[in-house]
């Protein structure tokens, strides 16, 4: 006989709206440490929010794959990304997502990937060439620089050099909204709301051209022409998606796909500058490995101290570092009860910072995840990117 549900974990309990939105101000000072030391207090899952809007966080692995794979049925994603990104595939959940996905999953086939890589290889060439001329960079903006360039060219064979400002402008204005304290309706003119509505409007106009230019290329080219390599050109000749699904589609993968890999980078060189130790590994081995030659994707499995570095970079400062699901229906989380429509956040961060599963957890240590090491000591507890 099964051990029955537990009613609810711990918790600060029932908040008025001025506690309400003392903690919202505290959130927005300092997310991570209002966080952790809510975890302090309750442990490894809490229970928040109202009676109205149940909010339940955790940072326990087990807790991760529950939520994302064994449960996964049980949960969907939150709707507060569709305004900015539409219906696609980062927002779709269920047979929604299973065809997007099924549609888009070609494009990502080993052979694929390949191409891409000599297009990632070329633009690092070019940025490699401005930093030997000018060495004073801002590393943050030339990531998302390189990052939006390799997107552009290898997923919608399209230039978007002149274009790296503007797309820049308008994810710092929709991520700052995204976070910021806004209790007031959408529909209200507020400097916010004005702000954040003109920078959907410059991106619609942004993505809308690159459909249209990729578009009448496909069309110049004819029934005569090559397949399209690109995912683009593909589900434009698929004919699979209506013109709003296809800027939905656009926009999840322009925007969302290039600032994860862009923030990883740049906090991978910002630990290599403060670990010196590290970069000389680093380049001893792309050295021994590489010699004078650009780096080709068969590489990859080669150069472990390249991956290991890149792995810690993403454990210390994970590109999603807080994953959100909303119950569909009535379930469970940790033995605890979840009611229908209750939030559950997954915090990765303070997974990957927990001295249980990652000894010296502030400790930039790229070993920890060489073959032979104990230095990752629960199965779900490095998922940089989410899971299932």
Not at 263 to 284: G, S, V
Not at 336 to 344: K, L, N, Q
């Amino acid at each position: 006989m099964s051990e029955p549900r537990r009613p609810s974990p711990p918790g600060p309990g029932p908040q008025n709206l001025w506690a309400q939105l003392r903690f919202l101000r505290s959130m927005q000072q300092d997310v991570l440490g209002t966080v952790h030391r809510r975890f302090e207090s309750f442990g490894d899952l809490y229970a928040a929010g109202t009676a109205a809007a149940p909010l339940f966080v955790t940072r326990h692995p087990d807790h991760f794959h529950e939520v994302l794979v064994t449960r996964a049925a049980d949960f969907a994603k939150r709707g507060d990304l569709v305004p900015l990104f539409g219906q696609g595939l980062l927002t779709a959940n269920g047979e929604d997502w299973r065809r997007k996905r099924r549609l888009i999953q070609p494009s990502f086939r080993h052979d694929k990937l390949s191409a891409y890589a000599h297009t990632m290889v070329r633009a690092a060439d070019a940025l490699a060439e401005e930093w030997a001329h000018n060495p004073d960079r801002d590393v943050g903006a030339d990531m998302n620089r390189l990052t939006l360039a390799v997107v552009a060219k290898a997923l919608f064979d399209h230039e978007a050099d002149h274009q790296v400002d503007r797309v820049a402008h308008c994810m710092d204005v929709l991520q700052r909204s995204v976070v910021a304290l806004d209790v007031l309706p959408q529909w209200m003119p507020t400097p916010l709301h004005r702000k954040r509505r003109r920078a959907l409007r410059e991106l619609d106009a942004l993505i809308t051209d690159i459909m249209d230019a990729r578009a009448r290329q496909l069309e110049a080219a004819g029934r005569s022409g090559p397949p399209p390599a690109d995912l683009l050109g593909q589900l434009i000749v698929a004919g699979d998606l209506d013109r709003r699904q296809l800027r939905d589609e656009l926009v999840t993968l322009y925007l969302a796909g290039h600032e994860t890999t862009a923030l990883t980078l740049t906090w991978t060189w910002w630990l290599l500058a403060r670990h010196p130790q590290w970069e000389k590994r680093l380049h001893q081995e792309i050295d021994a490995v590489l010699g004078e030659r650009a780096p080709a994707p068969e590489d990859l499995e080669t150069l472990s101290v390249c991956r290991r570095v890149i792995n810690e970079s993403m454990r210390l400062f994970p590109p999603a570092y807080a994953v959100p699901r909303i119950a569909e229906r009535a379930t469970e989380v940790g033995g605890y009860s979840v009611p229908a429509g209750a939030e559950v956040v997954l915090w990765l961060y303070w997974a990957h910072h927990d001295p249980r599963w990652f000894p010296g957890p502030e400790r930039f240590d790229p070993d920890r995840f060489a073959p032979s090491s104990a230095g990752v000591r629960h199965p779900h507890a490095f998922i940089p990117f989410g899971a299932g």
